[in-house]
């Protein structure tokens, strides 16, 4: 059975950090390239962040860079998200997402809210 869990979101003031970890199983993790979506209040789901199969290359949301950094450990099957300076506008629900071809798989997510 395939599953993405997401955790360590919460409440943090303006400025601070937090650490997202999307731990997979169920499929060859190493095998997928994985990112990290949100979906604000409403606003549509957009793509904040992605790492490659040998995460060597990344892409970031423009709003992100210099703030996220996206990581991966294939020996642990896990996928993370280093958020750092956060601002209000950063308050959402962070998606992981992991996708090979035509195969895509989502985790439930994890609430990230930014006080000011």
């Known amino acids: 059975q395939v599953q993405l869990v997401e955790s360590g979101g919460g409440l943090v003031q303006s400025g601070g950090s937090l650490r997202l970890s999307c731990a997979a199983s169920g499929f060859t993790f190493s095998n997928f390239v994985m990112s990290w979506y949100r979906q604000g209040p409403g606003k549509e789901r957009e793509l904040v962040a992605a790492i490659a199969i040998a995460d060597d290359l990344t892409y970031y949301k423009d709003s992100v860079k210099g703030r996220f950094a996206i990581s991966r450990d294939n020996a642990k099957s896990t996928v993370y998200l280093q958020m750092n300076s956060l601002k209000p506008e950063d308050t959402a629900m962070y998606l992981c997402?992991?996708?090979?071809?035509?195969?895509?798989?989502w985790g439930q997510g994890t609430r990230v809210t930014v006080s000011s």
């Open positions: 997402n992991a996708v090979r071809s035509a195969v895509a798989y």
